[in-house]
């Protein structure tokens, strides 16, 4: 059976508070259907698939989880639970499981009380407007298509002094510190498919909270009050611009979302909506879903850490720590000492493993007293050790797959350009288009050269390659802004949580690089340098100062997509040292200039310049066989082929094909060619490569590309 590939991210539609008719109040009568309220306002959203975010989003953390934890009720039982001994069994078996369910993921909370449930089911099979009538009763029990949360702080306390009585709920909220109604949304007999949910994170907007970005519509002779208890409004999500949109595809019965409807931490609170998914397929089944929505309390939020995973790992003074959740069980042979590690998300943390300590077996020659050492890790070339948790690029070299912030780059390649790219990976969403033309406005205007940078570069002999110009030059615009200057002696750290400073010195380091990069090229090649212009995109700015006329955008746009491919790749030896070197706190300027440094190595950027000058050294395609045979011999490295990540081909590589493709008529008029074709013949087929698992990189081909443009 053939595996069904999901797509990372998808577009759809639905609604937000969209403010009242008369400016007052909102309200609406169920008894009449009469309301003053404006019809939600219908958005245009991108959302992106959990099931490809790294890392997962985590209840205790971001207030939804995606859940793998079938339930022993079937689709006959759910579709039952209209009638009392329906309700009855969901209440007396479905309840526990959902209980049992929040448990697992928070490592244990101090109560779950159940409150109620809700089975919803579309009726129809078009697309129903995110825009109809919020006052339709009947409309309550299909998907709602407008964002929302169930309950604010007022009306939470309400649910539960309605649930377990006024006294007792007084007696929960002064013991425990955090509570939640916690969804535990289940879609019955088919995957939901049609009209998913979906979460509105506003992980970006700093202290969101439910008077600001919430709007509240009063009820009145609302039908639902004899068994929900009463709800005098509804809180309905008022537009932002930095919320991002987050659903499952193709969510299975055995699945479910778990999630905060309702936190006393109002970061945790997670609006919600079924939305339109405009790839949903033309025969996919209406949706049914049901929602068990119970509240949990439990101690201190802060008590909560790493998915459920209490970090105390040791058993010392034989009393032992509960760890919750996967652990390694440690015997140290030195002590007998036993020791419980926590695994989380397949790794163990170093401070977990430093509790491990054993005397020294050479003591101070002073006093002669026992000296403790904690255990050390010892990794050379970190090929075992990760140093960052990250979810801006994951890697599945099993498969081939390459994902920046959770979008394949198949689709960024296809449909999205360099700047919007960049935007992606280092703020986490994609651009509105008010914010890309921030963007591309700020990095143009910092991309004309100061004269010092154009000496310094012009300074060198032209025969100089092309890296160490490019690294001069990079060099001298340390030394020309005037901010970074500054950093460098101001005891007020300038870039330390200081995000403004720091992402608009980030914009200027693009700049920079890139017109040094157009400097130094112009210097190389004895042409003039042209200045850039608002208006134009990083790419069309960088051959606008080569002098590369582009009126039809034909090259930009290959060089475009060519970028996007190079836009990241995980945490390489260059992304490394850049890390390593912002640790002190610098500018992000003298960061890049590390981490070019550090690419400079036949290892790394530099293989891309190899591979070509290896098929010059080569000449003719008579000369391939041997030069095959050397490599086996280990005479010779054959760059651009094998990658220490991927076990399959590289997916760069795959798409530069497709380029080749675009440019094949000025391509094949590069005798080269034919030479690199024949290597990959030869690579593909031959045992040696084939049972190490050699492929082709994105470094062999690429080079054809920047020769025919």
Known sequence: MAAVVLPPTTTGTLGLWNGTKDGEAGYIDYATGNTNMNRPKEVDIVAHDIRHISPQPTLLKNGYQLTDIPTSVTTEEFLNSQTPEGKKHIEDVYFPECAKIIEKITGGVGLVIPTSFRLREQKGNTKQSTNEKLGEVEARYAPRPVAHLDRDTPTAIMLLKETVGAEKADELLSKYKHWAQVNTWRPIGNPATKWPLCFINHDRIPNWDYDTHVGHIFSKNDPLVADRGAKPYVCVVKHDDRYDYHYVSSLRPAECLVFCSFDSDPKLAMPHSAFWDNSTPDDAPNRRSIEPIPIAVSGAATNLKMNGVKTQ??????????????????????????????????????????????????????????????????????????????????????????????????????????????????????????????????????????????????????????????????????????????????PVLTYHNNMAHTDAALIRTIAYTATATAVAYCHKRNIEFTQPKQGFSLVENFLLMIGI??????ISRTMDRLWILYADHELSCST?????????????????????????????????????????????????PAYIEAVKARKFRLFGYGHRVYKTKDPRATRI????????????????????????????????????????????????????L
């Not at 700020?442 to 060198?460: E, G, H, K, N």
């Not at 890049?592 to 190899?610: D, K, N, W, Y």
């Not at 005798?671 to 040696?688: F, G, H, R, S, W």
């Open 313 to 490: 790992a040791n058993e010392e003074n034989g009393v032992a720590t509960e760890i919750i959740g996967d652990y390694l069980h440690v015997l140290d042979s030195r002590t007998w000492k036993t020791y419980k590690i926590p695994i989380s998300d397949n790794f163990v943390r170093a401070s977990d493993l430093s509790v491990i300590s054993a005397p020294e077996v050479r003591q101070s020659k002073e006093s002669g007293a026992e000296r403790v050492r904690k255990l050390a890790v010892l990794d050379p070339g970190f090929q075992h050790t990760a140093c960052k948790e990250s979810a801006i690029t994951l890697i599945d070299g099993e498969k081939g797959e390459l994902w920046f912030r959770g979008m394949r780059i198949e689709d960024l390649f296809r449909h999205y350009d360099f700047d919007t790219t960049m935007y992606l990976l280092i703020w986490g969403h994609l651009p509105t288009n008010e914010e890309k033309e921030r963007f591309e406005y700020s990095m143009a205007a910092a991309a004309s050269p100061p004269r010092a940078v154009v000496d310094a570069i012009q300074a060198l002999p032209r025969e100089t390659d092309m890296y160490s110009i490019l690294l001069t030059g990079l060099a001298a615009y340390v030394g020309t802004d005037t901010e970074m200057i500054t950093s460098r002696h101001n």
């Open 657 to 708: 094909e497709e380029l080749m493709e675009e440019h094949k008529e000025a391509i094949a008029a590069d005798p080269l060619l034919q030479v690199a074709m024949e290597i990959d013949k030869q690579a593909n087929t031959d045992p040696y490569f084939v049972e190490r698992e050699l492929k082709l990189n994105a470094d062999f081909y690429s080079c054809f590309i920047y020769t025919a």
């Open 549 to 554: 006329d582009d009126l039809d955008k034909k």
């Open 576 to 624: 490394a040292a850049s890390l390593h070197t912002a640790s002190t706190l610098t500018d992000p300027l003298s960061c890049v200039l590390a981490m070019m440094v550090a690419g400079a190595g036949p290892l790394h950027v530099g293989a891309i310049e190899l591979c070509y000058e290896g098929l010059e050294m080569l000449g003719t395609v008579d000369n391939v």
